[in-house]
């Protein structure tokens, strides 16, 4: 990419943002590309309305810049901090900044910058070199997170964390990326489970009927033993945040208010928006595991030929996390990571064997799951619009910075 389109995609991005969205996309193989799709996450965030837990940030922010700045890193320190990661970069965006937009901003920047570098992983061959079928298959991976995490940015900032240290583990074999895994309950303390990763991968190593029997397990525990676990390891941390995790999301109490709230809202659901909700079920319940048993059935010919056995391996260890965790309240937040994984394992597995190696019974499963995955991210993204405040579509940052 020479410096005249750098040059010409920063200015459009400074006259009018929205507008750099295409470019951004079409120059996605290069690396200020791709920077450009973080710096959309930043004016996204910065125009953001408070909704769903963006809500809560921004109380907390202004909450936080009454308190001395002392005091604020004393509680992070003692661990009551719900979210570290939140509570750490309101904290200093609070130092610099008198507003929550700087705030939102950063944490979106995050978000993307996770996100775009996973996609990169996922992606072999530059987009140019792809088909049709192969620009549309990533489009909706592109977009299947593009929008989705707002409501609960914490959650999937840490979960792609962890997305994106497997695909990376993946690409170098760099064991320092297992490690930085440990560090993913700062994010969010619900994905504290994620760290039995690690551990998992390096002693079962690429042996794929260990991690099969992992899943098979995960999907035979009950759920009276899962919330059994997690109450015990919360009356062990009695006054910590992981006991108020646990009575909000996997005690009797907690699982039924938030049931009883799901359900209130499910009523205001059009008809439209349970459509949507129907594929997403379809993906997450059906296509998903087909692809996965598809590929176990044929591993030689797909897996193991094209050097991808040990992505295959992570998939399945993220599986078996998420079927531990469908037995509490927001469970399938977890199967929404776990089908990302699996979604970026079959782009690859499609990108690196269309050629010589594809099998009839995946092309044919890519054939039906691909338009109707392209079809679920599009009907997402359009129902996400009134998350998205006009300014975003309308203006730019320095209008923005002026009036806010």
């Known amino acids: ?23 951004a996309i079409r120059f996605f193989d290069y690396k200020f590309g791709r920077r450009m799709v973080i710096l959309l996450y930043g004016f996204l965030g910065f125009t953001a309305l408070s909704f769903g837990d963006l809500d809560r940030y921004e109380r907390e922010f202004y909450l936080k810049k009454t308190v001395s700045f002392s005091s604020a890193i004393e509680t992070l320190v003692s661990l009551q901090e719900n979210k570290f990661y939140n509570s750490v970069v309101s904290i200093f965006s609070g130092v610099f900044f008198e507003t929550h937009h700087y705030y939102f901003a950063i944490i979106f920047m995050i978000y993307g910058f996770f996100l775009v570098n996973t996609l990169d992983v996922f992606k072999p061959i530059k987009l140019t070199k792809l088909n ?7 489009l909706g991976l592109f977009i299947y997170f593009l929008i989705r ?9 840490g979960g792609l964390f962890v997305v994106y240290n497997l695909a990376n583990y993946y690409k170098t074999r760099a064991k320092k990326y297992l490690f930085f895994i440990f560090f993913v309950p700062l994010f969010h303390i619900g994905l504290t489970i994620f760290v039995i990763l690690p551990i998992m991968l390096l002693v079962f190593k690429n042996r794929v009927w260990l ?8 999907l035979g525990i009950g759920k009276s033993n899962v919330v059994g676990v997690l109450g015990n390891l919360a009356e062990s941390n009695s006054g910590t945040v992981l006991e108020s995790k646990y009575k909000a999301y996997a005690s009797e109490k907690g699982q039924e208010s938030l049931e009883k709230r799901y359900a209130e809202n499910g009523e205001k659901y059009n008809g439209k928006l349970k459509l949507l909700l129907d594929i997403q079920q379809a993906i ?17 010919q797909l897996l193991i030929a094209s050097e991808i056995l040990p992505l295959y391996n992570m998939a399945l260890a993220c599986w078996g996390v998420s079927n ?3 037995n509490i309240s927001q469970g399938e937040r977890f199967l929404a990571l776990f089908s990302f994984v699996a979604i970026g394992l079959f782009f690859i597995v499609y990108v690196k064997t269309r050629i010589t190696l594809m099998s009839r019974a995946f092309n044919l499963f890519l054939t039906i799951f691909v338009p109707t995955l392209f079809v679920y991210a599009l009907m997402a993204l359009i129902a996400s619009h009134f998350m998205i405040s006009p300014e975003f579509f309308e203006s730019n940052l320095i209008v923005e910075i002026i009036t806010k």
Do not use: C, E
């Not at 997450?284 to 030689?300: D, S, T």
């Open 1 to 23: 990419m020479d410096k005249q389109s750098k040059a010409y995609l920063l200015l459009l991005y400074l006259i009018w943002p929205f507008s750099t969205i295409y470019l």
């Open 132 to 138: 049709n079928f192969g620009l549309i298959f990533f």
């Open 149 to 157: 995490p707002i409501p609960n940015l914490a959650f999937y900032t």
């Open 211 to 218: 991690y099969v029997l992992f899943v098979i397990f995960s």
């Open 284 to 300: 997450w319940y059906f296509f998903v595991p087909l692809g996965m048993l598809i590929l176990f059935l044929q591993r030689k």
């Open 324 to 326: 531990l965790m469908l």
